[in-house]
């Protein structure tokens, strides 16, 4: 949210004793910070009310640290307001589970509907089958396959003579037969909600009997969102909504008034294009993150899932006795670059938007690049010693990676900064053992 509303929680946060004008003044701050992220007028008006109420009640002020206090009641109530507890997709107990995608064109739902089945796939271990369903948009049931033949799962499609009706309805039979556990079925879209594409809905939900209607929802669409969700709502009885494109500029406000407004829980969250960039959606979380604390969970559940524990392990115990190296350097760099893009990292790291221009700083890929060159022209040496590399070696290094010497310089530097930080490191755990303290 806004960079006021992050000062003003850190100068709250700090508070040793906090006022019902202090309460006040973060509350307009928040109501402010809200309104711009695109939240509903009245969701918010509801939010600050019960924030309030809480915030200047006993519970807060009697307790011992009522900045921190206040925090927690706006990030619990933010929490609530996106859904309270994480909202699990349903397991039909009668396979295979049959998935509706459904939303205005351009929002995502072939793209959401390809990674919704990878993710069933990889984190879920199920078998699912896409259905193509929309036989109006040109050139839409080739996407689908492209995205079914990218992932190597299969697509039903019927091509684009027959009724989306009666393909849902044999993509079903099929499942059966080929012992598919989820069936996810990418629809039409339009421009706008008119009735020939309600209607066309209605039939598919009455004959495939989906047992979840998902909308996918453009974060990017302020407030229109909400009156998207309402009326599919009304028409189809929506199951779970989509959000996709939270990668981009938006706060995302719009959207999470949706769930407020229409009740319709957040299932999942599409972060970026590529087919992994599909996520749980976890309110507790996105309220930290929306609070600048940072997503740290994601960010751990990121580093676990692809950091190889064994490396993380190694790694951890070469920092501590102080025999790492460049090689080892190179080692952290491919590891780091798999998580994903650095932006999205940096993004998550608590407090990393109130560090000015971090948030407009794009890490430069190529200059990681850059730095694996450098390392790759040392010799083994050199990578394991830095020390003994003196101005000749550092000439022939920038020349065998095509880089300047300033630049070599520079990453040695670097290179011995970090070491020393890991030095730093180490002795504060050895000091904190000793006392028992835990870190
Ligand atoms: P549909 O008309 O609803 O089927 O929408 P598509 O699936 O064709 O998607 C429209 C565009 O949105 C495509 O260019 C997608 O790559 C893009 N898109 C979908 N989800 C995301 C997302 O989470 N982030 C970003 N940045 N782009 C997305
Ligand atoms: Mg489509």
Do not use: C, W
């Not at 393909?167 to 556990?181: F, G, P, R, Y």
């Not at 981009?248 to 406000?253: F, I, M, N, S």
């Not at 460049?326 to 080692?331: S, T």
Request: aromatic fraction near 4%.
């Amino acid at each position: 949210l806004a960079d006021r509303l992050q000062n003003t929680i850190q100068r709250i946060r700090g508070k040793g004793k906090v006022t019902e004008d202090d309460v006040n003044e973060m509350m307009r701050e928040v109501r402010l910070a809200l309104l711009e992220a695109d939240v509903n007028f009245k969701v918010v008006k509801d939010f600050i009310k019960r924030v309030k109420e809480r915030a200047v009640g006993q519970e807060v002020m009697k307790s011992l640290t009522p900045g921190q206090q206040v925090i927690k009641v706006v990030q619990e109530e933010l929490t609530e307001l996106m859904g309270g507890s994480q909202s699990k997709i349903a397991v039909s107990n009668r396979p295979p589970t049959v998935v509706m995608m459904v939303g205005l064109q351009g929002a995502g739902k072939t793209t959401t509907t390809g990674k919704l089945s990878n993710l069933l796939r990889k984190k879920y271990n199920r078998k699912p089958l896409l259905v193509a369903a929309d036989i109006y948009r040109p050139a839409a049931i080739k996407q689908l396959e492209t995205l079914g033949k990218q992932l190597n799962i299969p697509v039903f499609s019927l091509g684009d003579q027959v009724s989306p009706v009666e393909i849902a309805k044999q993509a079903v039979e099929k499942a059966k037969e080929d012992h598919h556990d989820y069936v996810l079925i990418d629809t039409a879209g339009r421009l706008h909600i008119d009735e020939t594409l309600m209607d066309e809905l209605k039939q598919i939900k009455e004959l495939a009997k989906p047992d979840e209607i998902f909308l996918v929802v453009d974060a990017m669409t302020g407030q229109d969102a909400v009156n998207v969700a309402e009326s599919f709502n009304e028409q189809l009885g929506l199951t779970g909504t989509i959000l996709t494109k939270l990668d981009g500029d938006t706060r995302g406000g719009a959207a999470l008034s949706i769930k407020a407004v229409t009740n319709i829980p957040i299932k999942f969250v599409g972060m970026g294009e590529k087919l992994d960039q599909l996520e749980d959606f976890h309110p507790e979380r996105m309220a930290s993150r929306i609070l600048g604390m940072g997503d740290v969970l994601t960010l751990i559940e990121k580093a676990q899932a692809n950091v190889d524990q064994e490396k993380a392990k190694e790694l951890e115990e070469k920092m501590r006795t102080m025999s790492f190296t460049f090689d080892d350097f190179l080692e952290q760099l491919a590891q780091v670059r798999k998580m994903g893009p650095l932006d999205d990292l940096i993004g998550m790291l608590p407090g990393a938007n109130k560090i000015k221009g971090l948030k407009d700083l794009k890490v430069d890929e190529k200059q990681i690049k850059h730095v694996e060159a450098i390392i790759q022209s040392m010799t083994k040496k050199e990578k394991v010693n830095p020390e003994i590399i003196n101005a000749s070696r550092k000439k022939r290094i920038a020349k065998g990676s095509g880089r300047t010497v300033q630049e070599v310089n520079r990453l040695l530097k670097q290179f011995e900064d970090m070491k020393k930080m890991f030095k730093q490191m180490s002795n504060m755990n050895v000091k904190g053992k000793k006392k028992g303290f835990k870190f």
